[in-house]
């Protein structure tokens, strides 16, 4: 037998012995339980327990929270998820939460436990008790240094209420750095994997929609001051003034910005902006599979799932730099284009770009289409399994 033969036999049984622990950890970790807690069942909380399988369990502190802007949980959860209380977050008690959590938790023996909320008092009463009695309690979150102005005080406060906990799942590099300056050094991070959602549910959620004569740029979201669309709108005004045929720009969300950006359309004399109010998830996969590009001008963003959904149409994307997702799924001129904040010139030269530039706009599909997978959800599973797979409480 040849050498290289030789070497493809034995690359081969590497490759397999690889796959076969990974499948053993996998397994050990399925079997032995896993419980999340948020504070309400959105959409994309039951995206990341289905993805475990029917070993994994959901629990939901209240069926809405004033925290989400008014958006609903879901009404008909899966059986492997449960709701605490059927009413809103705030109208319940935090002793009457964290008896009710701990009480919950405890139905589920043996099981790794994963919270959001740290701060929130039913995590942190959950979170103390399991882990004097032995269970690995995990933290999600996707919070980053830079979100915010930060008080020392603050910040030496919080390391001690994360001082429960036996590791972390977050979102990005730089969500993870910021736990370590917390306190997390030899605590285990998984760097990735947090804000994901189901590809397949989104995609799934389209609706037949009536094609645009000529796509439109489309920015979705709650009319919130950090969403930045009052920024976007003076932008917009100058792109239609200079672009040789201008796309309309369709917003889709609703809030307290709303008046002022509806008059700020008049002032800037900007008809073509049409404003759709709220929508749900059809809407939202309406909008993308007609668009020609998402635009995101947020002055600051934890994460931004909206970037996700626009991956799993194909979506082109136009983003804040200061957009958490920006780090992780957008990469420039690849997929998208990263622009600085409220820099006016950086994002009209990115509108000019995306709507003239037919090869980079055709470059820019492609690129979405390849790193699509980066945000679904099976990246909150492999990090999930690895953190249960190599805890040693």
């Known amino acids: 037998m040849s ?11 590497l490759e397999e ?31 990341r ?43 319940i008690g935090a002793i009457e939460r964290s008896l009710k959590l701990v009480v919950e938790l405890y139905r589920h023996p043996g099981s790794c436990i994963f919270v959001s909320g740290y701060n929130r008092p039913e995590v942190m009463v959950s979170s103390i008790i399991f882990r004097i009695f032995g269970r690995p309690v995990f933290v999600m979150q996707d919070s980053r240094y830079s979100d915010r102005p930060r008080s020392l005080v603050r910040e030496l406060g919080k390391m001690i209420l994360y001082l429960p906990y036996s590791g972390a799942l ?67 005004a100058e792109y239609r003034r200079v672009a040789k045929s201008p796309r309309d720009l369709r917003v889709l969300g609703d809030g307290p910005e709303r008046d002022k950006c509806e008059e700020l359309v008049s002032f800037y004399a900007i008809n073509e902006v049409h404003f759709l109010g709220a929508g749900g998830q059809s809407d939202v996969a309406a909008e993308m599979a007609t668009a020609h590009a998402l635009l995101v001008p947020s002055k600051y963003e934890e994460w931004g799932l909206i970037v996700n959904e626009a991956l799993a149409f194909s ?37 000019l770009s995306v709507d003239e530039d037919e090869a980079l706009y055709k470059k820019l599909v492609s690129g979405v ?25």
């Open 3 to 13: 050498l290289s033969r030789k070497i493809q036999r034995l690359k081969k049984r």
């Open 17 to 47: 012995t690889v796959t076969a622990n990974a499948s053993a950890r996998d397994s050990r970790a399925e079997r032995r339980g896993i419980v999340f807690v948020w504070v309400t069942s959105l959409p994309y909380h039951i995206d």
């Open 49 to 91: 327990v289905l993805s475990l399988g029917p070993e994994a369990h959901g629990i939901f502190v209240a069926e809405r929270s004033e925290t989400y802007g008014g958006i609903q949980g879901s009404t008909q959860l899966p059986a492997n998820c449960v709701y605490l209380f059927p009413r809103k977050y705030e109208d």
């Open 170 to 236: 977050v979102s990005g590099k730089e969500a993870s750095d910021y736990l370590r300056f917390l306190g997390f050094r030899r605590r285990p991070i998984a760097e990735f994997g947090y804000d994901t959602i189901s590809l397949d549910r989104i995609r799934g959620g389209a609706s037949a929609s009536m094609p645009q004569n000529r796509a439109p740029f489309l920015f979705v979201g709650r009319l919130i001051e950090k969403k930045g669309l009052d920024f976007l709108l003076q932008v917009y």
């Open 315 to 351: 979506l082109p994307i136009i983003v804040s730099s200061t957009v958490g997702a920006s780090k992780e799924l957008v990469r420039n001129l690849v997929n998208g284009i990263i622009a600085s904040p409220n820099d006016a010139n950086e994002w009209i030269a990115a509108l």
């Open 369 to 393: 289409s390849e790193s699509a997978q980066k945000a679904d959800v099976v990246e909150f599973r492999r990090a999930v399994l690895n953190l249960v797979a190599g805890n040693r409480d």
